[in-house]
């Protein structure tokens, strides 16, 4: 059985003890809510991949506490510690080589030499890390395919039956309310593998340096990147139309970051109604991107 906890020190403890017991917690972040395992714990990480329905070859993102933790499983460049100091905590995630001894689960790697790294911005996830002192492996906490939860109810409506899943801490809508932006470096080059909560604009104003768009690759193959990039994605089950004009608004004010924070809520309110779905244009800037992006792909794959 699945419960939804208050956010206290009491269960925020509950959920450590659940984490060493090699069980999954929900816990919030500032972008979406995350399904969290001791990373360190191959069964514990299996027990991800199952209850997502996640295929094998499709890595999780490692959260850690603070850069600390990164350097102790990571090897840092000073390009990526640079993007580091700037952005985390924050919804950023970094991928890097892994230290041998890192103790990461392989299965979590997918097969991969790197590990996407991130220090959350909310102050329950960090609790718990520091409350666990060790790195917890979190994708979004829906079933692959699926719309990324952005409130607790979300995670409870996908798995409230999963006996793996005892818990999920509720600390209400999250802030961003899309993923974070994944970054990787190659060559002293930044390339961004998924938009998200850090705009490329905030990149490349804070680095000084030109960010390169990473690969589109829509079909796995052995060369792609970042596996859980596929096009059939992030799918309400309901057909979704872009680029309507006179529809309810993600932002009546036309604030871009608003909207990134009301995009997956709306799309479930919708798929409850069992209504189509209509989005005004959305500018493909700053954050916009990272909101268009999402949009896309949803829309391509909802005539499933
Ligand atoms: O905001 C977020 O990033 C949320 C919260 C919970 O932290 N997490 C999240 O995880 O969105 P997930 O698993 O749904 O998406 C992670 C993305 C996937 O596209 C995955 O393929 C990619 O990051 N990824 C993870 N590790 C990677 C690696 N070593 N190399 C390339 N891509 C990687
Ligand atoms: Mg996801």
Redesign the pocket.
Known sequence: MTTIKKINDKNILGAVKVLKAGDLVCFP?E????LGADATNNLAVAKIFNAKNRPSF????V?VSSKKMVERLGILTSLSEKIIDAFCPG?L?I?LERKKDSGLSDLL??G?K???F?I?DNTVAIKLLKNFKKPIA????NKSGYL?PTKAEHVYEQFKNNEDIPIILDDGRTKVGL??T?V?EENNNIKI??H??ISKELLEDSLKIKIIEGNKNTKFSKDL?????LNKHYAPKVPLRINAIHKPNLSKKGNLVEAAANLFSFLSIYEKKGKKIAIAPIPNNGIGRAINDRIVRASSSSSR
């Open positions: 972040t972008t979406v809510y995350g499709n890595p999780i993102i959260h919804p995630t991928i790697n997918a991969l790197t590990t996407a991130r959350p979190a994708p979004s906490a990324s993923e974070s994944v990787y593998l998924r998200g909560g990147i970042s596996p859980g990039m």
